[in-house]
């Protein structure tokens, strides 16, 4: 099926656009970044792609660049409009990806609910790899999801349970002409945090609000890219292969 065609002015001139090719310049040896660092080839990947995923996860290029910083993209149904935000990896399993946040109030939540299929993409650019996942959503039991929480800071665990993650937050009547003085809705969130304050006073153990937690994304499909010089990069697909009376994953190499 064609894209839509678009409604809006597509034949601005270039000098009426806030950006346009950034990163290029006239002068050659300046043009956009060229992925010039490694290969990719299909002897070099595991036959699992979660053990392909840590052994790249692993690289130490990456270890002061936050590796774990990646986006989740999920799907409403039946509109169909998907959301990405960005997320932090917590936890890699034999069964998958596992982030934490809230499961109650928050967009992806509520796209889940309709809809249990998300997924991830990782981009590092210190070794110009990109990993992307597809899979399925469900839910860590509340015991797997109290064994992170304790490992959060009291405030975070604290946040967890004040923060009705993108409820609106209505603002109070303002009056006052100093930004800090006057509320524009996140006086209603602080004194939710005293609220939880007050209600885990001396108490070291905080256990888990019900509505927060860990979802784990099962891989039915992965992609490892390597970027490569004039945009012709090496891309690997790994499809799960189970139910065609085959076990394992499916390997095929991708036009870049
Ligand atoms: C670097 C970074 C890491 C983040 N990590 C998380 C996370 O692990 N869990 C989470 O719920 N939100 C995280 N956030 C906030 C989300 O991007 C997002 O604002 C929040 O989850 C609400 O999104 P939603 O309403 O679309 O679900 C992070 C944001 C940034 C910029």
């Not at 070099?44 to 989740?72: G, K, M, N, R």
């Not at 996942?133 to 946040?159: C, H, K, M, N, W």
């Not at 109070?172 to 509320?183: A, G, N």
Request: hydrophobic letters at 35%; charged letters at 30%.
């Amino acid at each position: 099926m064609a894209l839509h065609q678009a409604t809006s002015n597509s034949n601005a001139p270039v000098k009426d656009k806030l950006i346009f090719a950034p990163g290029h310049s006239p002068d050659d040896a300046h043009r956009a970044a060229q992925f010039t660092k490694f290969r990719l080839h299909r002897s070099d990947l595991s036959a699992d792609p979660l053990i392909q995923f840590h052994q790249w996860f692993s690289a130490p290029e990456l270890q002061s660049h936050i590796p774990e910083t990646v986006t989740l993209s999920t799907a409403e149904l039946p509109s169909g409009r998907i959301s990405s935000r960005t997320v932090y990896l917590k936890e890699l399993d034999k069964s998958g990806f596992v982030i934490y946040s809230n499961l109650g109030t928050s967009r992806k939540a509520a796209d889940l609910a309709s809809n249990p299929y998300a997924s991830l993409c990782f981009w590092w650019k210190p070794v110009e790899r990109q990993v992307r996942v597809e899979g399925r959503v469900e839910r860590l039991t509340p015991e797997e999801s109290q064994v992170y929480f304790d490992t959060r800071a009291r405030g975070s665990r604290i946040g967890a349970w004040a923060s009705q993650q993108t409820s609106v937050l209505k603002a109070e009547s303002s009056s006052s002409s100093s930004p800090d003085d006057d509320d524009d809705g996140r006086a209603e969130l602080e004194a939710r945090v005293k609220e939880v304050e007050a209600r885990f006073e001396g108490q070291d153990h905080i256990p888990v609000p019900p509505f927060w937690g860990g979802i784990r994304v099962i891989p039915d499909t992965m992609e490892f890219w390597q970027g490569r010089e004039s945009r012709l990069h090496d891309r690997f697909r790994y499809t799960r292969a189970e139910g065609e009376g085959e076990k394992g994953w499916k390997i095929e190499r991708l036009d870049p």
